[in-house]
Structures are given as C-alpha cells and as structure tokens.
C-alpha cells in the first residue's frame, strides 16, 4: 500500500475545519482548551519529522477531541504535516487499520519522510476506551445506550483537556524513537 498517494491525495487541516459545519464549535473548545507547557518542547518526539495521515469523519465525536491536539503539537514543529482523509470515501484504506474488526475513527497514521509508516494511534486513548468498555455489556443487555456511554466520554474529554492523549502519545512516540 502506498501510503504517499493517499497522504497527497488528502486535504489539509484547514480544509478539514470547513466541513465541520455544526461541530466547529465543540472542535474549537477543544483546541482552546488543549494545553501543553514548553517542557514539550524538549520532548525528541517533538522534533521529529512525522506526515500525519488521519482517518475520520466531520460527525466523529473523538476526532473532535483528538484532532485538536495532533493540529496544536504540530504547530510546535513545522516539519508535522497534517492530511485528512474521510473514512467514507477511502474504505479499501481503512479496511487496514480497523480496530477489533471494525471502522472505527479516528485513525491517526505516524509516517516518516519516505511516507513508511511508524505507528498508528486511535480511535481513542485508553482512558476513554476504557469507559466504552466499563459499560460494554451494559449497552448488549439493553441497560443503558450507546449515546449514554458517549456522553459520558464527552465529559471525560471535557475534563481531561487532551492531557491522557498527549500522555498516551508521548509513550508512543518515545517508543518508535527507541527502535529507530
């Protein structure tokens, strides 16, 4: 799979932002939100050349939360390009990078200079995956719905304000620095 066609293929962030419609709102409260202090700056994953290939929707709630901490790291570094392509319209892509067999978004694709890929993050951080599963079984016997458990995963973003996904990062990229 060539991963630099797809890369060149997809459109920029700012392209992305104007499909938001509705969403742009929430998108931007997360961006406003999302802090990291200069300490970050010190970080080797920082200084990284990496071409972001990300996966996802407009109507994506996670991609709302997420994609505003990849689009603020990569303005710490100008060699972090980001490209946005939709799920939708790219499924023999995404057919790659399913998670437990499904389409989940977003998808978050690491890629060097050459356009190899590094590593993948996604569709959300452990922490917020892990309220998904707290109440897995809950939503199959009927007790409570999906949207309850997404409200739910909202509030975590909300409160969180990017700071387990900025974690979360930080140990994957420091591990694909390790085995370079």
Not at 36 to 45: G, L, Y
Not at 92 to 109: A, Y
Not at 155 to 160: C, E, N
Request: hydrophobic share 35%; with cysteine; charged share 30%.
């Amino acid at each position: 799979m060539n991963l630099e066609i797809y890369f060149n293929d997809a459109m920029s962030y700012d392209d992305y932002i104007k499909l938001l419609d509705k969403n742009r709102t929430l998108h931007d409260l997360h961006y406003k939100k999302f802090y990291a202090d200069s300490r970050i700056d010190q970080e080797e994953f920082i200084k990284e050349t990496f071409n972001i290939l990300v996966i996802t929707e407009p109507w994506c709630g996670d991609s709302l939360a997420l994609l505003p901490i990849i689009q603020k790291l990569s303005e710490r570094n100008p060699t972090w390009e980001i490209r946005i392509l939709l799920r939708d319209k790219n499924p023999e892509l995404m057919n790659h990078f399913l998670t437990r067999d499904v389409r989940s978004i977003p998808i978050f694709l690491f890629l060097d200079e050459r356009f190899n890929l590094i590593t993948r993050w996604g569709p959300r951080p452990e922490a917020a995956q892990q309220i998904y599963e707290d109440h897995r079984t809950q939503i199959e016997s009927g007790q409570i719905t999906k949207q309850d458990v997404i409200k739910k995963i909202r509030t975590f973003y909300a409160k969180d304000r990017g700071q387990s996904s900025l974690e979360e990062l930080k140990v994957i990229l420091k591990k694909v620095l390790v085995e370079k």
